[in-house]
């Protein structure tokens, strides 16, 4: 599970076309579906065709497809739409059981998102020109493991998934809304959440993502078409939502669902619980000045709440203009904003608090911030190792695994982060200190020589 509070994001063209299913099981023949909605004077139509071994994408699909975006977030949204993960922290991400049986129901779901293909016309928005475009796409692009018998990923496997460039772009150019996926995790059934997904990006202008509506209208058997629930009876596409309706009613999500009306033309009325309050664009502004992009601005705040992001960014400012001068702008604004007792600035001051006397070899203002930041980092980075240290084996080698594939990713081919994921699991190599020894080299530019030793180090032991 992701940590309590903590906000994600969706891209919006994906969360309000309703791609996936909001039912739990389908019927074994049901392999493709096409709807034909409209969005004020727009209509626009959406297809899916799926293999019959695998079926249109439904169930936990959504909360796959969720994690998959957030993923790509958190890794830094690289322009070639590259995952690089292991199923255990896909899982984790998806808010999943990481037990044995979701293994092979990941297995299935991925294979499923990679070979269902989808037709959209005139409903894809292309946010940066203000455009309505064609597209078909599958939902995952490309898909690589590593694995053990029957071509089937394991515990152990290492993944790498490629996301359409539709999707990727769209993301980088921040067309994305939040997504509180703790939240959404904490619903009980795939239906439920994959509603409150729909529901929630259908609360958003598609043109102006920050204007939220209170209450949303839509016709009910046009609304079970959106939700792809196969059935031409009002009260069955009534008694399927419903249970979802009371769910997120009890949550608060929603405050009140009325059906007006009878038959065929009976309509939904959705009236929503507490607003999204976009952040101050003022402060997105001053993010962007400290090399901050917008999408992982959006993240920082959803996520930290809009007053700690803003007293980060004064503090930053204030640390900057004492001389203190980082390797890396948007690292520095990140670590003030996560570990705040690390940098103390005096209050009303713009410049850092002195901590001790000033002496011949610190006489520059600059030189005294730096020293105080590094010997402040020191100890975090002691309590961050104390803390792995207590976990189980299993944890630690997902933990470092998660920041290892992701930065060297672009050096080791799959069968070589597989391979190093072994020599963990065996305890061939303590995870912790060989992902100090990798930070340290390419902390000091040794990258290159880091990549080359390590792979003398795991062919010493016959892994690869």
Known sequence: MTEKGIKRFDELNIARLSLIS???????????????????????????????????????DTDVSAALVNLYIDQGAPADGTITCTPYQLL?????????????????????????????????????????????????????????????????????????????????????????????????????????????????????????????????????????????RPSMAQ???????????????????????????????????????????????????????????L???????????????TRSRAILAGGFKPRSKPAFFVDVLKNPLKYEVAEGASKPQKQAKKTSEESSKGLRSQRKTEAASRPAEEEEELQMRGLPREQQVEEVMRTLSFLLRNDLKLPELDALRAALDEGLEDPLEIKAWILKGIGSGQKIAIIRDLRTRLSMKALF
């Open 299 to 313: 993240q920082l705040v959803r996520e930290f709440g809009e007053v700690a992001v803003a007293d980060a960014v």
């Open 92 to 232: 984790q991400m998806a808010g999943l059981d990481t037990s044995g049986r979701y293994y092979a129901a990941l297995d299935e779901s991925l294979r499923r998102l990679l070979t269902t293909n989808y037709f959209i016309a005139e409903g894809w928005r292309d946010h940066p020109r203000g455009r309505w475009t064609n597209v078909n796409f599958r939902y995952i692009d490309r898909l690589e493991f590593t694995s053990g018998d029957e071509n089937q990923m394991d515990v152990s496997s290492v993944l790498r998934i490629t996301l359409p460039q539709e999707i990727a772009r769209s993301v980088r150019a921040g067309y994305i809304k939040s997504l509180d996926l703790s939240f959404m995790q904490s619903l009980k059934r795939p239906p439920t959440r994959a509603l409150y997904r729909l529901l929630d990006a259908q609360r958003r202008d598609p043109e102006h993502p920050d204007r939220v509506v209170m209450a949303f209208q839509v016709g009910l058997m046009e609304w079970a078409e959106a939700c792809k629930i196969i059935t031409d």
């Open 239 to 297: 008694r399927t939502l419903d249970s979802a309706h009371e769910e997120l009613i009890e949550k608060g999500f929603l405050k009140e669902v009325e059906y007006l009306g009878r038959g065929k033309k009976k309509l939904l009325h959705y009236t929503f619980g507490e607003a999204f309050i976009p952040p101050d664009p003022a402060l997105l502004a001053e993010l962007a000045e400290l090399g901050i992009t917008q999408t992982r601005a």
């Open 22 to 60: 909001v039912q739990e099981r389908i019927p074994e023949d049901y392999r493709e579906w096409s709807v034909e909605l409209e969005d004020g004077d727009r209509r626009y139509r959406v297809t899916c065709q799926a293999m019959p071994e695998y079926g249109v994408p439904h169930g936990i």
